[in-house]
């Protein structure tokens, strides 16, 4: 393999992002990616392997914030979690850019407004093809491109649901998606998130970012080649990365280095670094590297009437902003409601003590929502190594705000006729959200990296993933990673590199 121009670590949403972004440029870059891809198989379409038995979860263990040790929901392959995730590709709002007052403390805002990230958020939309409709959701920011396809559309009884929802003057809103529904259902009739995408239905970091990175002969992916530590010279540079592929170290050199390892794993990554001339790790003179996790504060709500079912397969389409910016006694904002890939028995039988029966019984009738409220960045609440494991101490924050969204949810969905409704937050070992750990800042005492996603303490390091983000805001964070790693693709291609 000739030397790279660009190393980037991680072909998740941002390191995949940022390779199709600058792969039309010509420069020789090359991602290095721990896991492998992922294959079809029947495990994929089964409720039962992905929940209860966990078939796709890694082997690994991090401690908690007590040192106990837990198997989190983090996940490895190619693509990263976006395999995963529920597609849903949604700008955080114009308003999560300015500091806010929140039931739990303030959320400080960002060192760039909502207008700096809109021709980003545009151009992700485009690329990740996006579906949507504006004009539905009272919080919607500013465009200046419209959503390029219709939204995916609703299942008959969530359209009775969006009715009902109305009916009690909520204003329901389609779900910004990146899902082409037809090419998933084909491959089997399941909802879609927390199923892995081996049949390219979704639009994840593999199937877009890294498939159209991978066009031009300049990108080369190598998989099982996991990040171990990186290299920094005496002027700050830094010089290489080293690299663990089955057991055998080497050490890659590069003039640029993006790390997009995700939230943890970047900031474990960057502490495990630590030399003597760097002995809190590299990026780390703020000394923020791993503060500042966050992870939403999330509740799945099951909504059901005893005599009406629930048919739908996917039923993730609509999303309700009433609360996003106010709901709190104090006028504060609460958060975002969403539907969840639809619930089936197996699912809420492994996620629950439920009698299996009972459990079947439930979600042949449920609705299934999800709550997701703003969690505050807490200086705290940190990932560290502990004898060079992971310890992820999250601490969570503005609960009241979350509690006070299920409340008023639960509320509204028996008054929309469904009088059994019934809430469960998310377990806190899926960090399906999680954020923070190296935040952008304009002030280099404290955060680690500028507005292009540049590290304050070395000119040739950027961090590319959700670990930049300063705030988590209430919304899923994948759009704006995306976004992030084509501004940050902006100013990397304006870098000269030695040839
Ligand atoms: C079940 C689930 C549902 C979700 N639903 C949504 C949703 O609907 N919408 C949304 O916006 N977000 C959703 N998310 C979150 C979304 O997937 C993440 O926000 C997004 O993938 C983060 O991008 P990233 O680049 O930070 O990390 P990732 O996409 O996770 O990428 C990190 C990559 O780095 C690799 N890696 C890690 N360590 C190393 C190393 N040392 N060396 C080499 N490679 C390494 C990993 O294998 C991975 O491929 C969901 C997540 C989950 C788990």
Redesign the pocket.
């Known amino acids: 393999m000739t030397a790279p121009d660009l190393i980037i670590?991680?072909?998740?949403?941002?390191?995949a992002t940022l390779a199709a972004a600058l792969a039309p440029g010509g420069r020789r870059i090359l991602i290095?990616?721990?896991?492998e891809r992922l294959a079809p198989t029947p495990a994929a379409r089964d409720a039962k392997a992905i929940f209860a038995r966990g078939t796709f979860r890694p082997s690994e263990e991090w401690l908690d914030g007590d040192g106990q040790p837990f198997n989190p929901?983090?996940?490895?392959?190619?693509?990263?979690?976006?395999k995963?995730?529920?597609?849903?590709?949604?700008r955080y709002r114009a308003e999560d850019f300015r500091p806010r007052r929140h039931m739990g403390g303030m959320s400080p805002g960002w060192p760039i407004g909502y207008d700096q990230m809109e021709p980003f958020y545009s151009r992700a939309e485009a690329m990740y093809r996006v579906r949507g409709a504006s004009g539905e959701d009272p919080t919607d920011p500013p465009r200046s491109a419209a959503y390029g396809y219709p939204p995916v559309p609703d299942e008959p009884d969530i359209a009775d649901l969006r009715r009902r929802l109305a009916g009690v003057g909520l204003h329901p809103a389609s779900l910004p998606l990146g899902v082409d529904i037809n090419r998933w259902l084909a491959a089997g009739q399941t909802p879609w998130?927390?199923f892995p995408d081996t049949c390219g239905g979704k639009m994840d970091?593999e199937t877009v970012g890294l498939a159209e990175a991978l066009k031009h002969p300049n990108v080369t992916l190598l998989t099982g080649?996991?990040?171990?530590r990186l290299i920094a010279g005496p002027d700050g540079r830094i010089t290489g990365v080293e690299v663990d592929r089955a057991g055998r170290r080497e050490v890659i050199a590069a003039p640029l280095v993006a790390l997009?390892?995700?939230?943890v794993?970047s900031a474990a990554?960057l502490l495990a670094s630590a030399t003597a001339e760097h002995p809190a790790g590299l990026a780390n003179r703020s000394d923020q590297v791993g503060r500042n996790f966050m992870n939403h504060n999330c509740s799945a709500v099951l909504a059901l009437h005893p005599f009406r079912r629930n048919r739908a397969i996917y039923q993730k389409t609509l999303m309700v902003n009433d609360f996003y910016l106010t709901g709190g006694p104090e006028g504060e904002p609460l958060g975002n409601i969403q539907l969840l890939g639809k619930i089936s028995g197996p699912i809420l039988a492994a996620a629950t003590p439920l009698p299996r029966l009972l459990a079947h019984w439930i979600a042949a009738r449920s609705v299934d929502l999800y709550a997701m409220s703003e969690d505050l960045p807490n200086p705290e609440s940190r990932v560290t190594l502990a004898n060079g494991r992971i310890r992820l101490d999250w601490k969570r924050s503005n609960w009241a705000a979350h509690q006070a969204l299920v409340a008023r949810l639960a509320g509204l969905l028996r008054k929309a006729g469904y009088p059994v409704v019934l809430s469960r937050p998310f377990d806190r070992r899926?960090p399906?959200?999680?954020?923070g750990t190296a935040r952008m800042g304009a002030d280099p005492a404290t955060s680690v990296v500028d507005d292009r996603c540049r590290s304050h303490d070395h000119p040739n390091l950027f961090v590319?993933?959700?670990?930049v983000l300063p705030t988590s805001a209430a919304v899923?964070?994948?759009?704006t990673?995306a976004a992030l790693a084509l501004r940050a693709a902006d100013h990397i291609r304006t870098i000269e590199v030695a040839a």
């Open positions: 670590i991680g072909s998740g949403m941002g390191g290095l990616e721990r896991g929901g983090n996940y490895y392959y190619v693509g990263g979690n976006s995963f995730y529920g597609a849903v590709l949604i998130d927390a970091a080649a996991r990040a171990t997009a390892a995700g939230a794993q990554l899926t399906s959200h999680q954020c590319v993933d959700a670990s899923n964070p994948a759009l990673v």
